[in-house]
């Protein structure tokens, strides 16, 4: 399912409200972030929400990531359990089960040690709209034609999949809010689809996307679209509806194909990996 942002405050209380009450079911949490954008796809809030709570970084997509190895280190380096994974071809996912079995194997040590009886570990998955949770809550169940519903507002009973010996995953993920109101944040999140395309202007964003193309990863846009490299977005889109025939009938560009073309192939990774956060 795309589930791109909506911005409906009504939705994020909503939301905010679900992952508050699973949270309180869980003992550990696998916190998925975009490889792409291991920064700009937290939610600044999580770590206040979950408090004391073992948490796994999962950086998802790291098919379509720069510099995934580098990422994992500084989350390492902070004392993070993290791991990168590609949920729909499934590298990694061994590695995340033994990690999380292992976060979820000191808690559950601790709670028989002070007198519970024992019980598999629970963990969910928490993650911003488009991150890739649906995908990867299929994969380790193992069922990949099985689609799982993650609108907030849905009832039904909680259901647990068991992921490994001793862990239990909670079949529906938690939906978190990035901090959109962030412009530069904003527009990774567009380029990355968390924000769906129908609310803003793509020209802007696009012309953006372009310049910070050419500027870090041009050899991406080179071999794509044989183009001569520019510091101006308008002047690499121009060029890029040229090369690929985005016209009118009169001869004209035709600036909206043009512009769901690039975003399309960008998003498909044919642009080259990228990682636009900042280390
Ligand atoms: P969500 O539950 O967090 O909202 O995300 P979901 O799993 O629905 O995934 C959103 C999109 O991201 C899907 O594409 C999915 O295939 C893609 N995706 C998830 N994980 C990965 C990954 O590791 N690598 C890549 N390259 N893509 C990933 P879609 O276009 O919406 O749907 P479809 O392609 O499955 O038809």
Redesign the pocket.
Known sequence: ???TLQWFPGHMKKAQRLIEENLSLVDIVIELLDARIPVSSQNPMLREIIRDKPRLIVL?????AANVDAWLKKFRDENLSAVA????KGSGIKQLIALAKSLAESKTHKLTKHGAKPRSARAMIV?I???????LINRLAGMNHVKIE?RPGVTRAKQWIKIADGLDLLDT?GILYPKFDDADVALKLSWTYAISDEIHDLEPTVCKLLEVLAEKFSAGLIERYKIQISADGHELLNQIALKRGCLQKGGNIDLERALHLILTEFRD?KLGRVTLDEL
């Open positions: 399912m795309n589930e998802n997509k790291a098919d379509l994974v590609d949920a729909v993650g709209p488009n991150v890739g949770k649906s995908s993650n993920p990774g």
